[in-house]
């Protein structure tokens, strides 16, 4: 599935997993990658402590308490807490059967970060994040299902897996009571079981049955997921966004109104007709192209909001330090530009002379005077969005040096979850907004952005 080198996936490989195996059936790969765990359990640990990272501790008091451990008699069998963490929380735990797990690392470490970049076979929309889970011997979260797809990649120590080959229906999931884990009651069918080293992946589709138990100490797994929209979600916030729009004094008004001698209690037919067609113009349009383009446009932002905040790295930086990064990077003073971890960017077609820019829940809108030029468009959106880094001469490739960059900032305004609209041909205006919004920064210590690890990082572009 991926290149020998890990530098990227294989295209006809990818072609058949997704044919044959995405949200169909898991599937191992042994030695996907030449990996080693990026980071070190006691950085894990530093991570765990810091009071803006999301965090777990799991510990299975139960199976403690089955090798006599005095202390673990009479607690729950199965402990969560979350962070952050005291370093005394996490010195004082038992010697096994404990799990560390902390959320979006991608979005701290710019190497945990560029492995989302090896499965750009799926869509950007698509991805949640890297979750890295530390365990000692005999940790793990117990038997469980999850609502999403996962690759669990192996970057330290050992862990087996232990798996069912027939999904679970959420009707039929019995969690175990009076436990803070969501763990299946009476486990599962072992249809298959591994032991995952270094390097070796397992892909699970949503609600498949499985267990991970580490065998040894030391065991690093990292968790790169693929969150699904959840539809009642959308249903609910798409018309609540429909909503806000409607002027709010528009009210149901009946000129034609009929009597309705001696039955005043009927609805009538006519009343509820007229009630819907208003109903239905407001949420599916004049017409179903408008309808769909305007949910279309809604629904870019919608999934490209970030989970779980705004993204721990990201930092806006004032419209001058963006336009003088933009002019270095063209000019040739500067290499290239990152994209802040954890951001998530995408584009969408809405017309025949209508695409849009979504990142972290904000559109812009880019219109073209003709389908030539919304197709130029098109083709500079792919590279923008297809990348974590973007060399010079993307950029270059992606907006116009004559007299376009300077004052171009100045095009658009956007503030919190406003909308922005750039006019046609602004991609250097939207460039220059997503650098003062700190989703793209420049690694060069004379720009005040991009996360604090960077400084002591090894550069994008060496």
Same mark, same amino acid.
């Given at each position: 599935?991926?290149?020998?080198?890990?530098?990227?996936?294989?295209?006809?490989?990818?072609?058949?997993?997704?044919? #044959?195996?995405?949200?169909?059936?898991?599937?191992?790969?042994?030695?996907?990658?030449?990996?080693?765990?990026?980071?070190?359990?006691?950085?894990?640990?530093?991570?765990?402590?810091?009071?803006?990272?999301?965090? $777990?501790?799991?510990?299975?008091?139960?199976? +403690?308490?089955?090798?006599?451990?005095?202390?673990?008699?009479?607690?729950?069998?199965?402990?969560?807490?979350?962070?952050?963490?005291?370093?005394?929380?996490?010195?004082?735990? !038992?010697?096994?059967?404990?799990?560390?797990?902390?959320?979006?690392?991608?979005?701290?470490?710019?190497?945990?970060?560029?492995? /989302?970049?090896?499965? #750009?076979?799926?869509?950007?929309?698509?991805?949640?994040?890297? /979750?890295?889970?530390?365990?000692?011997?005999?940790? =793990? &979260?117990?038997?469980?299902?999850?609502?999403?797809?996962?690759?669990?990649?192996?970057?330290?120590?050992?862990?087996?897996?232990?798996?069912?080959?027939?999904?679970?229906?959420?009707?039929?999931?019995?969690?175990?009571?009076?436990?803070?884990?969501?763990?299946?009651?009476?486990?599962?069918?072992?249809?298959?079981?591994?032991?995952? *080293?270094?390097?070796?992946?397992?892909? +699970?589709?949503?609600?498949?049955?499985?267990?991970?138990?580490?065998?040894?100490? =030391?065991? /690093?797994?990292?968790?790169?997921?693929?969150? %699904?929209?959840?539809?009642?979600?959308? @249903?609910?916030?798409?018309?609540?966004?429909?909503?806000?729009?409607?002027?709010?004094?528009?009210?149901?008004?009946?000129?034609?109104?009929?009597?309705?001698?001696?039955? !005043?209690?009927?609805? %009538?037919?006519?009343?509820?007709?007229?009630?819907?067609?208003?109903?239905?113009?407001?949420?599916?349009?004049?017409?179903?192209?408008?309808?769909? $383009?305007?949910?279309?446009?809604?629904?870019?932002?919608?999934?490209?909001? %970030?989970?779980?905040?705004?993204?721990?790295?990201?930092?806006?930086?004032?419209?001058?330090?963006?336009?003088?990064?933009?002019?270095?990077?063209?000019?040739?003073?500067?290499?290239?530009?990152?994209?802040?971890?954890?951001?998530?960017?995408?584009? &969408?077609?809405?017309?025949?002379?209508?695409?849009?820019?979504?990142?972290?829940?904000?559109?812009?809108?880019?219109?073209?005077?003709?389908?030539?030029?919304?197709?130029?468009?098109?083709?500079? +959106?792919?590279?923008?969005?297809?990348?974590? &880094?973007?060399?010079?001469?993307?950029?270059?490739?992606?907006?116009?040096?004559? =007299?376009?960059?300077?004052?171009?900032?100045?095009?658009?305004?956007?503030?919190?979850?406003?909308?922005?609209?750039?006019?046609?041909?602004?991609?250097?205006?939207?460039?220059?907004?997503?650098? *003062?919004?700190?989703?793209?920064? @420049?690694?060069?210590?004379?720009?005040?952005?991009?996360?604090?690890?960077?400084?002591?990082? *090894?550069?994008?572009?060496?």
């Amino acid at each position: 599935l991926f290149l020998a080198d890990g530098s990227g996936f294989n295209p006809a490989a990818a072609e058949e997993f997704l044919e #044959k195996y995405w949200q169909k059936k898991p599937l191992l790969i042994r030695k996907a990658l030449p990996f080693e765990s990026p980071v070190s359990p006691d950085e894990l640990a530093g991570l765990a402590m810091e009071e803006d990272v999301k965090a $777990r501790l799991i510990v299975e008091w139960g199976a +403690l308490a089955d090798k006599g451990l005095e202390s673990a008699k009479g607690k729950k069998a199965w402990e969560l807490k979350t962070g952050p963490f005291t370093e005394k929380d996490l010195t004082t735990l !038992p010697d096994s059967c404990y799990t560390l797990l902390v959320q979006e690392v991608n979005q701290y470490l710019p190497e945990v970060s560029d492995l /989302m970049g090896l499965f #750009k076979f799926i869509p950007n929309w698509r991805v949640d994040d890297v /979750m890295i889970s530390y365990a000692a011997q005999g940790g =793990g &979260v117990g038997p469980h299902v999850d609502n999403y797809d996962v690759f669990l990649l192996q970057g330290k120590g050992t862990r087996r897996w232990a798996i069912s080959n027939t999904p679970l229906a959420a009707s039929d999931e019995v969690s175990v009571d009076g436990v803070d884990v969501r763990v299946l009651k009476d486990g599962f069918k072992k249809d298959e079981e591994w032991l995952l *080293e270094p390097g070796d992946m397992l892909y +699970l589709p949503p609600r498949f049955p499985h267990w991970g138990v580490a065998e040894g100490e =030391g065991c /690093m797994t990292f968790s790169i997921g693929f969150r %699904a929209p959840n539809f009642q979600e959308i @249903c609910s916030e798409y018309s609540a966004f429909l909503s806000g729009e409607m002027a709010e004094d528009k009210f149901y008004q009946d000129p034609s109104l009929q009597l309705q001698a001696g039955d !005043p209690g009927r609805i %009538a037919d006519a009343a509820v007709d007229k009630l819907w067609e208003e109903v239905k113009l407001v949420m599916l349009g004049k017409t179903e192209e408008e309808g769909k $383009r305007r949910f279309a446009r809604w629904v870019s932002g919608f999934v490209t909001e %970030a989970v779980r905040g705004n993204g721990a790295a990201i930092r806006s930086i004032d419209t001058d330090d963006a336009l003088a990064i933009l002019q270095d990077v063209l000019d040739g003073a500067e290499p290239g530009i990152r994209r802040t971890e954890g951001v998530k960017i995408a584009w &969408v077609h809405l017309g025949e002379t209508h695409n849009a820019l979504c990142a972290n829940g904000l559109v812009w809108d880019l219109r073209s005077e003709s389908a030539g030029e919304a197709a130029e468009i098109q083709d500079s +959106l792919r590279r923008l969005c297809g990348s974590n &880094v973007l060399r010079a001469s993307d950029i270059a490739s992606i907006v116009s040096r004559e =007299g376009r960059v300077a004052g171009a900032a100045t095009a658009v305004s956007i503030d919190g979850a406003e909308v922005g609209t750039a006019p046609s041909g602004a991609l250097e205006t939207v460039m220059v907004q997503l650098l *003062e919004k700190g989703f793209f920064y @420049c690694e060069s210590a004379a720009y005040d952005a991009g996360p604090d690890e960077e400084e002591e990082a *090894e550069s994008s572009f060496s």
